[in-house]
Nanobody
Framework: QVQLVESGGGSVQAGGSLRLSCAAS????????LGWFRQVPRKGREVVAS????????YIGDSVKGRFTISQDNDKNTLYLRMNSLKPEDTAMYYC?????????????????WGQGTQVTVSA
């Protein structure tokens, strides 16, 4: 059973930085997509970034491009999201998710397994 556990969320002021982590275990695939999504109340999940473990190709959403970076540590089976220059509109619950479908989808319904989420709050 695949398990994903996020950590690293918190409260910061605008302009600050955070690094989210997602510890993954239980994979049976050799290559897969890992994605970061975020969700605010009464709205659907928005893709933030994704990475394909088979070749390292990445996607960064337009709203965070130039500020967020996605990366992975294969030895630690951990996914990261480095978030710089945070804005109040980045406030959301952030989730990591995974799927064995390639190319990596921007749609949340394509992802099979999800973490419990970690809250990021950015104050003005």
């Amino acid at each position: 059973q695949v398990q994903l556990v996020e950590s690293g969320g918190g409260s910061v002021q605008a302009g600050g930085s955070l690094r989210l982590s997602c510890a993954a275990s239980g994979y049976t695939y050799s290559s897969y997509c890992l994605g970061w999504f975020r969700q605010v109340p009464r709205k659907g999940r928005e893709v933030v970034a994704s990475i394909y473990t088979g070749g390292g190709s990445t996607y960064i959403g337009d709203s965070v491009k130039g500020r967020f970076t996605i990366s992975q540590d294969n030895d630690k089976n951990t996914l990261y999201l480095r978030m710089n220059s945070l804005k109040p509109e980045d406030t959301a619950m952030y989730y990591c998710a995974t799927t064995d479908l390639f190319p990596c989808s921007k749609k949340d319904y394509a992802y099979d397994y999800w973490g419990q989420g970690t809250q990021v709050t950015v104050s003005a």
